[in-house]
């Protein structure tokens, strides 16, 4: 193979080449403000994205350095190779990453095989003549595998998330609905480059996920937070019924894999629950479910995975119910409404407290995704 790149948290010897910065002669070396000359709507939306500031998000770059110290520094390299792998000169994960990846070593471990010299993988057969660069139709650029590449993984350290094998076991899975279907969703189709006037399907390049935008404007975060509820919103189904005692509160995961997922360990999701009496009176009760991967050193809570040894996996899979009973307060008069509401967080507060960015908390929203009630 030409050209070809493989990593693997460090790179495989024998399969590494220079990636130039510029487009190629037939091939995909361009970074992606090369390609936004072209791209314009595409690489907009992918430079307001998680893809884009993989490198610089301060959470990666204090928690990096966190599992150099506790698990070495070839453990600290596995992680800056999936999130700067580097390709084509991008800081972040570029275009070049997905468009010219020809396959992976195996699914995990950001262990992804580019070709800088293969035409680029497109969603169309009939591509503008006058085009700078080949492309090809290659399925593998919307294959859950390619996804899998850095979202199956198996250290270092305690760091293990099984993405993968969770969409794998889900109906969406079983089903053969991509990743791509949830997280880029369709646009309307249009122009992909100035080059040629023909409506191309199109999909959104913010690669919809969980994390925050740092850094991001007013306008681009609020947009964000937007999607980002609406995405937890359409995999996420809670209910309200009564019981005797009171009401039993129900979640439903509809979506691919487990939530959380991915960096689960930094992720809450959870359900508190008011009761408001005839009188006006409240009582509310917090957290009766509450979806996370619980880092623990000798049994007890910590807040980072580099200072755990064991992690208690609190997540929901995919296709699961939870189910809680929570007793009426017997204080309240009659009638009395109950009202669930669920939320959730990309970051915990204590996560961002102890690796000293108390001062970001404001860019990190709590989304409130749906309530459900019953009297």
């Given at each position: 193979?030409?050209?070809?790149?493989?990593?693997?948290?460090?790179?495989?010897?024998?399969?590494?080449?220079?990636?130039?910065?510029?487009?190629?002669?037939?091939?995909?070396?361009?970074?992606?403000?090369?390609?936004?000359?072209?791209?314009?709507?595409?690489h907009a939306a992918w430079a307001a994205s998680g893809q884009a500031s993989s490198t610089s998000s301060p959470v990666f770059v204090a928690l990096s350095a966190r599992a150099g110290l506790a698990w070495g520094s070839a453990a600290q390299a596995r992680c800056?190779?999936?999130?700067?792998?580097?390709?084509?000169?991008?800081?972040?994960?570029?275009?070049?990453?997905?468009?010219?990846?020809?396959?992976n070593l195996e699914t995990r471990d950001g262990l992804l095989v580019v070709d800088t010299d293969a035409p680029l993988s497109g969603s169309f057969a009939n591509p503008s003549p006058d085009a700078p660069h080949a492309t090809r139709v290659y399925?593998?650029?919307?294959?859950?595998?390619?996804?899998?590449?850095?979202?199956?993984?198996?250290?270092?350290?305690?760091?293990?998330?099984?993405?993968?094998?969770?969409?794998?076991?889900?109906?969406?899975?079983?089903?053969?609905?991509?990743c791509v279907s949830c997280h880029m969703p369709a646009?309307?189709?249009?122009?992909?480059?100035?080059?040629?006037?023909?409506?191309?399907?199109?999909?959104d390049h913010a690669f919809i996920g969980f994390d925050p935008l740092w850094g991001a404007s007013e306008t681009d975060a609020a947009a964000a937070t937007e999607r980002t509820r609406q995405l937890l919103a359409s995999g996420l189904t809670l209910s309200v019924s009564r019981s005797s005692a009171g009401i039993?509160?129900?979640?439903?995961?509809?979506?691919?894999?487990?939530?959380?997922?991915?960096?689960?360990?930094?992720?809450?999701?959870?359900?508190?629950?008011?009761?408001?009496?005839?009188d006006g009176q409240q009582i509310e009760r917090t957290a009766v479910i509450d979806l996370r991967a619980q880092p623990t050193r000798a049994g007890a809570p910590v807040a980072l995975i580099t200072d755990a040894d064991a992690v208690d996996v609190r997540t929901l899979q995919p296709g699961a119910t939870r189910s809680i009973s929570v007793d009426t307060p017997a204080q309240l008069t009659a009638p009395i409404q109950a009202t669930a509401r669920l939320r959730a967080t990309a970051i915990r507060p204590e996560i961002l407290s102890a690796l000293g960015l108390d001062a970001l908390s404001a860019q990190v929203p709590q989304h409130e995704i749906a309530t459900a009630s019953t009297q």
């Amino acid at each position: 193979m030409s050209r070809a790149r493989a990593t693997a948290g460090v790179l495989a010897c024998g399969l590494i080449a220079a990636c130039g910065a510029g487009v190629a002669t037939g091939g995909a070396a361009s970074n992606a403000e090369a390609c936004g000359a072209c791209h314009v709507v595409e690489h907009a939306a992918w430079a307001a994205s998680g893809q884009a500031s993989s490198t610089s998000s301060p959470v990666f770059v204090a928690l990096s350095a966190r599992a150099g110290l506790a698990w070495g520094s070839a453990a600290q390299a596995r992680c800056v190779a999936c999130h700067q792998p580097g390709f084509a000169g991008d800081h972040g994960i570029g275009c070049v990453a997905c468009h010219a990846a020809m396959g992976n070593l195996e699914t995990r471990d950001g262990l992804l095989v580019v070709d800088t010299d293969a035409p680029l993988s497109g969603s169309f057969a009939n591509p503008s003549p006058d085009a700078p660069h080949a492309t090809r139709v290659y399925g593998f650029l919307v294959a859950p595998e390619l996804c899998a590449t850095c979202h199956q993984v198996t250290g270092p350290g305690l760091l293990h998330e099984t993405t993968f094998d969770e969409y794998l076991s889900s109906s969406a899975g079983k089903q053969g609905a991509g990743c791509v279907s949830c997280h880029m969703p369709a646009l309307a189709p249009g122009p992909v480059a100035p080059l040629g006037e023909a409506a191309r399907p199109r999909a959104d390049h913010a690669f919809i996920g969980f994390d925050p935008l740092w850094g991001a404007s007013e306008t681009d975060a609020a947009a964000a937070t937007e999607r980002t509820r609406q995405l937890l919103a359409s995999g996420l189904t809670l209910s309200v019924s009564r019981s005797s005692a009171g009401i039993v509160v129900s979640l439903t995961n509809l979506a691919g894999h487990a939530v959380p997922t991915g960096a689960a360990a930094l992720r809450r999701i959870w359900v508190d629950v008011a009761f408001a009496g005839a009188d006006g009176q409240q009582i509310e009760r917090t957290a009766v479910i509450d979806l996370r991967a619980q880092p623990t050193r000798a049994g007890a809570p910590v807040a980072l995975i580099t200072d755990a040894d064991a992690v208690d996996v609190r997540t929901l899979q995919p296709g699961a119910t939870r189910s809680i009973s929570v007793d009426t307060p017997a204080q309240l008069t009659a009638p009395i409404q109950a009202t669930a509401r669920l939320r959730a967080t990309a970051i915990r507060p204590e996560i961002l407290s102890a690796l000293g960015l108390d001062a970001l908390s404001a860019q990190v929203p709590q989304h409130e995704i749906a309530t459900a009630s019953t009297q």
